[in-house]
């Protein structure tokens, strides 16, 4: 069973706009949280099936004779309980909501083959830049890498496009109270989510550093591992309340408290979701292309973000 891949989920989606009911949810803990002992059925004053202790499992892209995991030498990253679709959403609630008491953040999804060693150095090279915004650095090095180059020589074109726009910081005080939506995403409910789609429980200090205290690997095609998809996460966390929500294979679904409410503020955000992933504006499948103009009226008043990296 890999309940942690992609089979159990749909297509992304942006939620549905309006009124969504929401429910007030502190995103801070003051310490990450201590793991329940295997067997446990209540965390947070929430009753869950008897989970247990996790350490992630290698990701590898071809099995090979003699190739052995090290799984058992890695650390834990998170506690597991193997809810059904019908209970999930009200035990992701309530535990949420405890999170500022537990320091344990809920995450739908499960074991399987998306994470690899939390722990290893993290020394990936980057050009210096010239703000120290985290989140504008990995989504400038996305930028980046999109430049054209010339099909037959395989040299860069010259540049054409303006200067990447930067990611603005936000200047209101971060807010550790958030009222987030209850809205759902495509990638659950009956029609997609297998008969068991669990709980992971990280502990944390913010939901935001999940996918980096994990070592989350699901957008490896575009070169982003959990370290960097944590610095994007934390600066929309901040700006918009959003928090995670869901962590599959290679989707991410994220409930937005303070989406943009205007198509102008929208278009900002809808450039950043372009430069870390393309593949909601280019579907792998029978659906058609997606403009920026359409995806960004899509992003005003979403209270569901949904990302896929195919």
Sequence with gaps: MDIFGDSIWGAPSW????????????IRAKRPGEFPADGETNVGGVELPAGLALRPERYTIWEREGIT???DELPHIGWYAPTDWGTTPDAW??????????????????PG??????????SVERPSRDHGNEAANVLQGCWDGMRLVNRETGEPVPETRPL????????APVVFVEKVPLAKSTHWGAGYAG????????PATRPADVPRLVGWSGAGNYDLDGHEISAVLRSWEERFGAVLYQLGGTTITLRVARPPTTLSAAQVIMEEH??????NFCPQD????????????RLVNAPVWDFWWD
């Design 15 to 26: 939620g549905t706009p309006g009124n969504a009911e929401t429910v007030d949810i502190a």
């Design 69 to 71: 995991t090290l799984s």
């Design 93 to 110: 609630l309530g535990l949420a909501t405890a999170f500022k008491r537990t320091g344990l953040w809920p995450v739908v999804g499960g």
């Design 113 to 122: 083959n998306r994470c690899s060693d939390p722990e290893r150095e993290y």
């Design 164 to 171: 990447f726009p930067g990611v603005p910081q936000g200047t």
């Design 195 to 202: 008969a068991e789609a669990g709980l992971l429980l990280v």
């Design 274 to 279: 372009y430069l870390l992933y393309q593949d």
């Design 286 to 297: 029978d659906r058609p292309a997606v403009s920026h103009e359409d995806y960004a009226k």
